[in-house]
């Protein structure tokens, strides 16, 4: 048991936060921190600056770009770069297909792909889930046939996350229509500017455009593009679901969040019963950081800590009742739209739609049902 | 104490419920009046004054229909059931409410019969940036130039600003809060479509010209203040149609929804969530009417207190039958063109817009040492 | 829509008032109303009180004590007898085996039980749940074999409220093993000094006894005991279940309890957060009891409202709530147990043991569990 | 930062889970012990004394074994997962911990060496009636009579206060709060046995000798308060301990019963409830640990933060946990003779005994202003 960090890993942190605010434009953290809008632009400048710096993909293996450090050095990184407001490396390049390339694929794929990936010169799309296989992945029904050396993609992905931007999709696919549901799904890459691909906005409540349904007509994917083996997809998607679970609590962005809200709505603090939410939102956000912190302490070398299950639903939860507090501080002001010419502050303007943004928390990269499964079935054997 | 609805007012919520079905039952029909020029439609505005529900809070002398707190209360549940865009709320029962209250006997003739009859676009210009639910204006400001009242100041947020005919409130020079009649086209006015679809705008009056509805110079708090307490209890009406179409919506999915080869409906998990939310909604009905019941029958400081209760109550409801709704329907229901995202951003409207529940608890907790028990019979 | 009472109901509440207050004696209403422990003899006392005034039994038919009042009007004699500290007539008594009897029994059973039943001379305990059958009630093995005219029951039930003080104990019973288990049931009742009756006290949290284990071995009971039809038993059962759903939420009980949770921690609520805490507890108790009086005023002489099975639910959720209110309001005072010698006030000592007690009122008599249940299935169709 | 218990620690802790489940593994034997005249057992107060399990808080050269807040924590987890009624958190950690905090180098030796070894049984005597976890005393008042102390006043409740020696707080003549030695005898003393099982007493002091702690007359409400939030981390450690049994008692129910022809686990709704409790549990652990490092390397500013910190977060989960492990039960976790309902109610008395979850709430809220966001890591 020990409180405080090495001396080595509080110079580690010290490096980071360094080195966040000097590789990564000013204007990019601040758009972060002010709750703005983030660019693709800025995406793609802050993800090529951290892998100039050589800081995007510290978890790969390093012949790849990796760094090599502990668990907690990793949970430092990404707090730090939290908490000076630098955009998270794109998840579907450094934490999803990176990750699956690297234990599924071919020499000869990963350095195709592997270096554009971390650079971001590739941007990648994701695309599992489909309007009739939410939770139930493995239900999903778009259909890869061969037809030579190539396959033939038809079918529909629903909730593609910033698919406007993307340059490749991964994708799950159905191989074999014959066997088992799960036995038959492989998984292809797929170059979104081929014939036959089309990317279809989806409006959220926000009125943002985040999401997308991306539809396959006839698509032709050259062989070379099968990620491992044939009707291996399931394997790597269950590869993918165990990566997902550790370190996916929010939790200095949803600090940073009510922090700010602290700053915005000072005057309200006089209130007795908003410094006693605050108060309680503070303490079960510190519950659930040590908690990060002792997950991350336990998971050197080994399997997942059990209690990792309990940071995306409680992140999830956390962050969701700090952006309810945030309206609430609002007020009436959080009724008018951040783009309108207005006397009224721009936190609160954008206050709502956040707000409404963020119920996709608990649903989206499997719902707090799911976790709750998980938890109920793997943890307490129920 | 009865809660039952009499034959009028059961032929009154039909007729309403069916001219907005046919209009708004297809959800796609209301997302493009939303996104009409106006932002919303002049025809079902037209058709809904013909019907009589326009007129229906003003007396009869004032050209309205002489009905009360539970007819607007019916026609409120079924705008919100359905999200209908049309400023019923905003016209009618804001901006018209402090015309009732506070206007002469002409002033309400010439005002409240053009808004029944659908022929005036009417406004009520009271929130001012900084201020949180105020009965009161401050930092705009009225003065008397000549025998003319002139007045400056920046309003906003302001429901449906981009009316014919606003009603502005200001500070007064000897103090207290006066009610003005406003042309529109005296203000210089923006408007945006808020997240809810809703029309709001930022009215910026400079030394607009304003007519004092009632005695000039006359302190106007109170009657604004009832104005307020009427369309709060109004608000909570249209929320309890929004939760009820949420719930129904939340439902249907469960039952018609397969995931992992059976409906949704087979996860007692789900189900035991969706009676939460049942439960919400008949706790938040009877609170609802019981307030609407007051307003009708007893004086404005029992009113002033019922509209916090009715709030505070659907506060709470409504955060819990909108995050429920989007969570049991999944990814659905958080994309713009499917109806429970929508309703649960309409509630959150709701919420904001008069005083959410932690608001109106703070006002009724001041008052919990003072008594030892309610009694809704006394 | 009319918010007041009629003038005449307005009257019958003020009748009411001032009959509770008469007729049943100041000490047991003080005790009642000062949250201490009723003894049998104060139920006793208490209940033949309200049936020599004819009002211990109000809604049975009015030949046998009943008085045809409206729905309302029983509301308000129930609001009215819970404000006055009336204990309740024995809801075993007039609530269950009563009506049972009324439906069901024959003219000579009525006649014989009935009227000790309404002046609680036959203090009834209810002989239902079983070990293995408790939420799964028609699990139950109690066995009855026919001997001749008479019965030989065998088996245990528990959880028997009051069963010390049980005279007599209407059973559901087993009475053909052959076939679907709700189908074998019937209704007996038996004399509780019947030999082979044995009443095994069971020890509560709190430290209480109020519930029983009744065991019966080898008991002999006469063949008239039997309540209507021989496998009739789920009928009664189910009538029952029906019956007790409207009408349950302990409003008037809770506001008391609270009304005096104020009065006597008045200090503290110069705390803006318990204030706020009193306030909102306030208001839901309100929406329940506004509640309660929409369902009663459509109850009358149709299906109950939809709505009815709100109440139970809600109303031993703000039982809990309310009771957990007063342990922390009496801080660390409700370390003290009520009985000792101490320096501290009884409403403290007494608060922990009843906040334990009160967590039964989730479980007791269909659990929310069941309730929702109740909700999902009857009413939203899931 | 490290979370992980180092050998020695993890000896400890499985010594002392040994000790205790042979003692008390049977629920029945904790009821019989808490029945008896003593209301625990001395011969396994003697066994933990020879293990070294008193002494854990005390420095070598107090006759301690100069462990830390950690092992203290270890030993409290395992007494709250089996309701060991032995009074470690009573006579060890809070009465201890005084003596600990303000005694002279001869009084820790005598006191300290005699309580790790067993022989010495010591109590706090500090809560009066009509306040509410204050660090000082007022109604108790002590005053000096010739060269001697006397003190007198009520305290209540005194955990197990039938002790041999009684540490009792008074207050000063010339303000601020003393402590003092009493002899158990020269008190009148009763006790009764709480509804968890606690022996609390009320401690009658009527110019009862009291030898001061330390320097006679020092204001030693300081002292008072580090030995009370050290006590108030040891008392999470006890309920982390009793929410782990209720969460274990919990699963295995609903992993056996039988309802309707199934498991229990059949029932999402059921099982997701137990995910819960086990999110709440894994959260407190967390907290706990947490603040017993910050209490084991920082200072008493630093420590009392940390305490109310650990002490809200388990109040909540406390009430969580025993809440619906009961429910989950049904009827059987309402009976006395069985483990879960027991577990509600010692983290119910737990919760009410140093300070519940809103009385620290109220404690932090206040400085909430003061800093942008907390960094535990700072």
């Not at chain 1, 985040?210 to 007509?217: A, I, K, R, S, Y």
Request: charged share 20%; with cysteine; proline share 4%.
């Amino acid at each position: 048991m020990r409180l405080s960090l090495s001396a080595e890993d509080q110079a580690f942190r010290q490096e980071m936060a360094e080195l966040f605010t000097s590789v990564v434009p000013a204007e990019v953290r601040r758009t972060v921190l002010e709750g703005g809008e983030i660019t693709e632009q800025m995406f793609r400048t802050s993800q090529r600056a951290l892998n100039d710096a050589g800081i995007a993909v510290p978890h790969w293996p390093q012949q790849w770009g990796g760094r090599g450090w502990t668990e907690l050095q990793r949970h430092l990184w990404h707090e730090e770069m939290q908490r000076a407001g630098v955009p998270t490396p794109l998840p579907f390049n450094v934490s999803m297909i990176g990750p699956v390339l690297i234990q599924f694929a071919s020499q000869e794929m990963k350095e195709r792909f592997l270096p554009a990936t971390a650079s971001l010169d590739i941007w990648w799309s994701q695309g599992f889930s489909e309007p009739d296989a939410g939770s139930d992945l493995a239900g999903l029904r778009t259909s890869a046939v061969r037809d030579g050396d190539d396959w033939i993609v038809n079918g529909q992905k629903t909730w593609t996350t910033l698919g406007q931007y993307g340059d490749w999709i991964f994708t799950l696919v159905r191989t074999d229509p014959a066997v088992k549901k799960q036995a038959g799904i492989s998984m292809l890459l797929i170059d979104m500017t081929s014939p036959g691909v089309e990317v279809r906005p989806i409006q959220l409540i926000d009125g943002g455009h985040e999401v997308n349904e991306v539809w396959f007509t006839d698509v032709r994917v050259p062989g070379e593009n099968l990620v491992g083996e044939v009707n291996q997809g399931w394997t790597m998607a269950k590869f993918l679901l165990g990566n997902e679970r550790v370190g996916v609590a929010p939790v200095a962005m949803v600090k940073r969040m009510l922090g700010r809200a602290k700053e915005v709505a000072a005057d309200q603090l006089d209130d007795p019963v908003v410094r006693a939410r605050v108060a309680e939102l503070e303490n079960e956000l510190l519950a659930l950081e040590l908690t990060t912190l002792r997950v991350v302490a336990h998971s050197d070398g080994g399997e997942p800590h059990p209690a990792s299950s309990v940071l995306k639903l409680r992140g999830t939860e956390l962050q969701q009742a700090v952006s309810e507090l945030v309206v609430d501080l609002a007020g009436p002001a959080s009724l008018v739209p951040p783009d309108s010419e207005s006397d009224l502050p721009l936190w609160a303007r954008r206050s709502a739609p956040v707000y409404l943004n963020y119920r996709k928390a608990s649903i989206y990269g499997g719902s707090n049902e799911i976790q709750r499964q998980i938890i109920a079935g793997t943890i307490l054997g129920l | 104490m009865d809660f039952t609805l009499d034959d009028e007012q059961i032929a009154l919520r039909e007729a309403v419920r069916g001219l907005l079905a046919r209009r708004y039952g297809d959800f796609e029909e209301r997302r493009r009046s939303v996104s009409s020029d106006l932002g919303h439609d002049p025809t079902l505005w037209k058709a809904l004054a013909e019907m009589g529900a326009l007129g229906l809070p003003f007396s009869e002398e004032d050209g309205g229909m002489g009905a009360g707190p539970v007819e607007v209360g019916l026609v409120a549940q079924e705008v919100g059931r359905v999200l209908a865009p049309e400023p019923y709320l905003a016209a009618v029962v804001l901006a018209g409410g402090v015309v009732a209250s506070l206007g002469t006997d002409a002033q309400r003739a010439e005002v409240l019969g053009e808004l029944s009859s659908g022929n005036l676009h009417l406004a009520l210009a009271h929130a001012e940036p900084g201020r949180r639910w105020s009965d009161t204006a401050s930092s705009v400001t009225a003065t008397l130039v000549g025998d003319e009242w002139r007045i400056s100041g920046v309003k906003e947020p302001v429901l449906h600003g981009d009316a014919g005919t606003l009603v502005v409130t200001a500070a007064l020079p000897e103090g207290g809060t006066g009610a003005f009649l406003v042309a529109g086209e005296s203000a210089t006015t923006t408007t945006a479509t808020a997240y809810d679809g809703t029309r709001v705008s930022r009215v910026v009056l400079d030394g607009a010209r304003g007519v004092p509805l009632g005695e000039a110079g006359a302190d106007a708090t109170e009657g604004i203040a009832v104005a307020l307490d009427r369309a709060r209890i109004t608000a909570c009406h249209e929320a309890l149609g929004a939760m009820e179409a949420a719930l129904a919506a939340t439902t249907g999915y469960l039952r018609s929804r397969k995931q992992f080869g059976v409906p949704l409906s087979t996860f007692q998990a789900l189900t035991f969530r969706a009676a939460d939310m049942y439960v919400a909604v008949e706790l938040s009905t009877s609170m609802v009417w019981w307030a609407t019941m007051v307003a009708a029958e007893r004086d404005a400081t029992a009113t002033r207190e019922a509209a916090a209760r009715a709030a505070l109550q659907v506060s709470r409801a409504g955060r819990l039958v909108g995050q429920e709704a989007i969570q049991l329907h999944g990814g659905i229901g958080m994309t713009a063109e499917y109806l429970v995202g929508n309703l649960k951003a309409h509630l959150t409207a709701l919420d904001h817009l008069l005083g959410d529940g932690s608001h109106h608890l703070r006002s009724l907790a001041q008052g919990v040492a003072a008594y030892d028990a309610l009694d809704p019979l006394a």
